[in-house]
């Protein structure tokens, strides 16, 4: 079983080959290295009265030098090598094996970074060469001709297969790019068509509300005031759901807005008018409590602190009307505890329990990592509980 690099051997691997100064230098290393192990083989092989050493040395660099080349100009470097080459086989010298590696390695790089058609334009003259020598049509040596023959077509196909897999990841790429983009349009289109839908329709009748409720408070004689305030605080909850409607539409068009100019979300801090607005629209008792060190935190949380008050409040004037509520507030080193509780009947006999609201408000806690109970309160009443981290450490 071959056994892999450890994790510091790979990571150092990885950098090396990253590192631009290592990829100038591994070229002229790696043709130095064959140009030498070329003229040892050719030194070895000749004797020293031998009138063709001379030439045969020059081929042998020639044959191997370029591929110091290769990084910088890979067409200049494979057709040095292949010239070489060719008159090495064509010849009676000696192939080395230094040439064969070398001429594997630059058509190799060719096939990888050149178009297909100039690799096999390189491949060809040392096939036909090949084969013409193996069928001695030129003077050589056969087997060395066969090796040539292997090598090159070894290297250029690798180079092409190579340059293949690395179009079509890019391919694949740019198609999962294109249909991200095309995706993404239709998501926003659709944003755009619910942002228009919601203006229309919705936005409309939210407007018709208040100047509904404005225009009855001013018109009708003998208005009570118990009648006018509650005219005013329908107009005032309707002004405040058309400014929470459009900052719905803002988010939904969002997109087309590289910087979208959001209003900042509500916080802790508007708690106490959203008590005095629950009050005065309700003409119940509603107190806040807050307990602990009163610190700013983050806005997630003070929005989904803020959200689930709200929720609560309106569940208790819908199912528990009339009934007074206490919003506590306890904070801590890690948690944020909510409590909104009211004495009305309790579930029992509220006539129903508020479904999409308490799953809106849990899913809320939940994002965030903290729970959410509601249920009857002690000794009468209805209680919603939620706890949300406010540090590392998780809810109490």
């Known amino acids: ?32 290295a064959l140009g030498f192990g070329a003229l040892v083989q050719i030194v070895r092989a000749m004797t020293d009265t031998d009138p063709r050493v001379p030439f045969a040395l020059l081929l042998g660099l020639a044959t191997t030098l370029p591929v110091a080349l290769a ?27 230094a040439a064969l590696v070398a001429q594997c390695v630059v058509l190799y790089l060719a096939g990888r970074q050149l178009p297909r058609k100039i690799a096999l334009l390189l491949l060809l003259p040392v096939a036909l060469a090949s084969l013409l020598v193996v069928g001695n049509g030129l003077p050589g040596e056969p087997v060395a001709a066969l090796w040539l023959l292997a090598v090159a077509m070894l290297g250029t196909g690798a180079g092409i297969a190579r340059r293949g897999r690395a179009e079509a990841v890019e391919r694949a790429v740019t198609q999962e790019a ?141 199912y528990a009307s009339g009934a007074a509520v206490d919003v506590e507030l306890a904070y801590s080193e890690e948690t944020l505890r909510l409590r909104v509780r009211d004495n009305g009947p309790g579930p029992s006999g509220s006539g129903g329990t508020p479904g999409h609201g308490l799953l809106g408000m849990r899913e809320r806690a939940g994002m965030l990592g903290g729970t959410l109970r509601t249920g009857p309160a002690t000794p009468t009443g209805f209680l919603v509980e939620a706890v949300l981290p406010t540090a590392s450490g998780g809810p109490a």
């Open 1 to 32: 079983m071959v056994r892999p690099f450890p994790p510091v051997v790979a990571a150092r691997y990885r950098e090396l080959l990253a590192d631009s100064r290592w990829n100038a230098e591994v070229p002229l290393v790696a043709g130095a």
């Open 71 to 97: 990084r910088l100009h890979v067409l200049a470097a494979a057709a040095l090598v292949t010239v070489g080459t060719l008159l090495t086989v064509g010849g009676e010298l000696t192939l080395t094996a």
């Open 178 to 318: 294109m249909r991200h983009s095309r995706l993404e349009h239709a998501v926003r289109g659709e944003r755009a068509r619910i942002a228009r839908e919601l203006h229309d329709v919705v936005a409309h009748h939210i407007s018709m509300i208040v100047v509904q409720a404005e225009t009855a408070r001013l018109t009708t004689p003998a208005m009570p005031a118990d009648g006018a305030r509650h005219l005013v605080a329908i107009g005032d909850t309707a002004r405040d759901a058309l400014t929470e409607m459009r900052r719905l539409l803002g988010v939904l068009r969002e997109d087309a807005n590289p910087e979208p100019d959001r209003a900042p979300q509500p916080g802790l801090s508007q708690l106490n008018q959203l008590i005095d607005g629950a009050r005065v629209s309700a003409a119940v008792s509603t107190r806040l409590v807050v307990r602990g060190r009163v610190r700013p935190l983050d806005p997630g949380i003070e929005l989904t602190a803020y959200r689930i008050v709200q929720e609560a409040l309106t569940n208790a004037r819908r």
